[in-house]
């Protein structure tokens, strides 16, 4: 027999993703409306994933992790998104939050902080983003000064996901006011550093069951060796680690097409009208049709930017932000779609259709929003 693996996720990729659809639906999806009416954080998600080693599989095995390629990272995204989004940003926040120490941390900080984070002893977050400084992040005015051994921090970071409930936080902060974005570095901030604080859960369109907080820093002073890399680089690497993360929001983007294609799938052959299924109608076919062809575009893009994650391409900047655009705008047209399909049903929390299109929604917006992501795309034409 030939090898026609040319163009195909590996076997082994198969076989995760079908453990980690198994894992989903069983023990995901089943609380996915709960966590969604009460806003609640998805713990028996949590649970689940970090019992089968799901919650961080990123993390190199030198410090404990299951060192899964970037690829194998957005299909458990993807499975645990199409069941439920808030749950799918456990394993990606946790990429977020600790690639800046992976990319450019000294082996003391990788060693401290992967340990635990593979474990599932703690969670880790990714504070770039202030009241006045979201598109333009080289604003921020979060503040680092240096006193002898120590770096003491000040300011607000906003929209932190997964805020409160995580251990670890990077956090960017000016260390030099007169060099913008060169003047940046990046800090592993432990939630239990005196001087960190939350503020009250958002009250959110979608992903209710992903906390997000405002973090202060009020003079929290913290071990000049938790800086990560060298001073001035914290833009640099915040930028390079989003090269990469923007393609486990593609892979959100794309679970959540998925279920929502797939529950109305299912929808459309049990519900009659004029005396036929609805699924019997061409018109409700060739949304189907169109729905099945965007997420297929969109998941190559996303698999093939995995790839490029992966191999460290060149061109991984426009890659990356090409599969994070198309696959979230895709996710909105498909789920805006679903509910159009189940109708007036569809509009109601009866059916899962309508968390999903306010799920969607997010993916357009964080890791830069799709305006950004057409400026990052200008900016390296391929
Ligand atoms: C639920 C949620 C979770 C988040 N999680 C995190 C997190 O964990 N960590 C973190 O650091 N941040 C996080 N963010 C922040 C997120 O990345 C920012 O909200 C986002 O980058 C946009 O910034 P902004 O909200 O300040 O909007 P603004 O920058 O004020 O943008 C407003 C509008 O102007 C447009 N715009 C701005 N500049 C341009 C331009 N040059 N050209 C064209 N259009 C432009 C934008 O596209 C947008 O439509 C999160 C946000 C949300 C809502």
Same mark, same amino acid.
């Given at each position: 027999m030939p090898d026609f693996d040319l163009y195909r996720p590996s076997e082994e990729h198969d076989m995760l993703r079908d453990a980690v659809r198994s894992l989903a639906e069983a023990k995901i999806s089943p609380y996915a409306a709960a966590v969604d009416e009460e806003a609640r954080f998805p713990r028996e998600a949590l649970q689940a994933l970090t019992a089968n080693e799901l919650h961080a599989v990123h993390v190199p095995e030198e410090y404990g992790g299951a060192g899964a390629d970037a690829l194998s990272t957005v299909i458990v995204i993807e499975e645990v998104a199409r069941v439920c989004a808030s749950s799918s940003l456990i394993p990606a926040v946790n990429k977020l939050g600790s690639l800046p120490v992976i990319l450019s941390g000294s082996e003391e900080l990788k060693a401290k902080y992967l340990g635990p984070l593979a474990k599932g002893d703690a969670m880790f977050s990714y504070a770039l983003s202030e009241p006045d400084a979201g598109s333009d992040a080289a604003g921020m005015k979060t503040k680092a000064v240096r006193? +002898?051994?120590?770096?003491? =921090? /000040? !300011?607000?970071?906003?929209?932190?996901? /997964?805020?409160?409930?995580?251990?670890?936080?990077?956090?960017?902060?000016?260390? &030099?006011?007169?060099?913008?974005?060169? !003047?940046?570095?990046?800090?592993?901030?432990?939630? !239990? &550093?005196?001087?960190?604080?939350? +503020?009250?859960?958002?009250?959110? =369109?979608?992903?209710?069951?992903?906390?997000?907080?405002?973090?202060?820093? %009020?003079?929290?002073?913290?071990?000049?060796?938790?800086?990560?890399?060298?001073? !001035?680089?914290?833009?640099?690497?915040?930028?390079?680690? =989003?090269?990469?993360?923007?393609?486990?929001?593609?892979?959100?983007? =794309?679970?959540?097409?998925?279920?929502?294609? &797939?529950?109305?799938?299912?929808?459309?052959?049990?519900?009659?009208?004029?005396?036929?299924?609805?699924? %019997?109608f061409q018109g409700v076919q060739f949304m189907l049709a169109d729905m099945a062809m965007k997420i297929s575009a969109a998941r190559a893009l996303t698999y093939q930017a995995a790839a490029a994650s992966e191999r460290g391409d060149a061109d991984l900047t426009y890659q990356g932000a090409a599969a994070k655009c198309f696959a979230s705008d895709v996710a909105m047209e498909v789920t805006t779609d679903a509910v159009q399909l189940l109708g007036g049903y569809g509009y109601t929390r009866d059916y899962p259709v309508e968390r999903m299109m306010r799920d969607a929604k997010i993916t357009q917006i964080y890791e830069g929003t799709n305006q950004v992501q057409r400026i990052v795309m200008a900016r390296n034409l391929p």
């Amino acid at each position: 027999m030939p090898d026609f693996d040319l163009y195909r996720p590996s076997e082994e990729h198969d076989m995760l993703r079908d453990a980690v659809r198994s894992l989903a639906e069983a023990k995901i999806s089943p609380y996915a409306a709960a966590v969604d009416e009460e806003a609640r954080f998805p713990r028996e998600a949590l649970q689940a994933l970090t019992a089968n080693e799901l919650h961080a599989v990123h993390v190199p095995e030198e410090y404990g992790g299951a060192g899964a390629d970037a690829l194998s990272t957005v299909i458990v995204i993807e499975e645990v998104a199409r069941v439920c989004a808030s749950s799918s940003l456990i394993p990606a926040v946790n990429k977020l939050g600790s690639l800046p120490v992976i990319l450019s941390g000294s082996e003391e900080l990788k060693a401290k902080y992967l340990g635990p984070l593979a474990k599932g002893d703690a969670m880790f977050s990714y504070a770039l983003s202030e009241p006045d400084a979201g598109s333009d992040a080289a604003g921020m005015k979060t503040k680092a000064v240096r006193d +002898g051994e120590f770096w003491v =921090l /000040n !300011g607000v970071k906003r929209w932190i996901t /997964n805020a409160g409930v995580s251990e670890f936080y990077t956090v960017m902060a000016v260390t &030099d006011p007169t060099k913008r974005s060169k !003047g940046i570095s990046a800090f592993v901030v432990e939630k !239990g &550093d005196e001087g960190v604080s939350f +503020g009250a859960p958002e009250k959110k =369109l979608g992903i209710k069951g992903s906390p997000t907080r405002e973090v202060y820093f %009020d003079n929290v002073r913290i071990p000049a060796d938790r800086m990560i890399g060298a001073e !001035g680089t914290g833009f640099a690497t915040a930028m390079k680690t =989003l090269d990469h993360t923007r393609i486990t929001i593609a892979a959100q983007a =794309l679970g959540i097409a998925q279920g929502a294609l &797939d529950y109305a799938k299912g929808y459309v052959k049990e519900r009659k009208q004029f005396g036929k299924a609805i699924a %019997d109608f061409q018109g409700v076919q060739f949304m189907l049709a169109d729905m099945a062809m965007k997420i297929s575009a969109a998941r190559a893009l996303t698999y093939q930017a995995a790839a490029a994650s992966e191999r460290g391409d060149a061109d991984l900047t426009y890659q990356g932000a090409a599969a994070k655009c198309f696959a979230s705008d895709v996710a909105m047209e498909v789920t805006t779609d679903a509910v159009q399909l189940l109708g007036g049903y569809g509009y109601t929390r009866d059916y899962p259709v309508e968390r999903m299109m306010r799920d969607a929604k997010i993916t357009q917006i964080y890791e830069g929003t799709n305006q950004v992501q057409r400026i990052v795309m200008a900016r390296n034409l391929p």
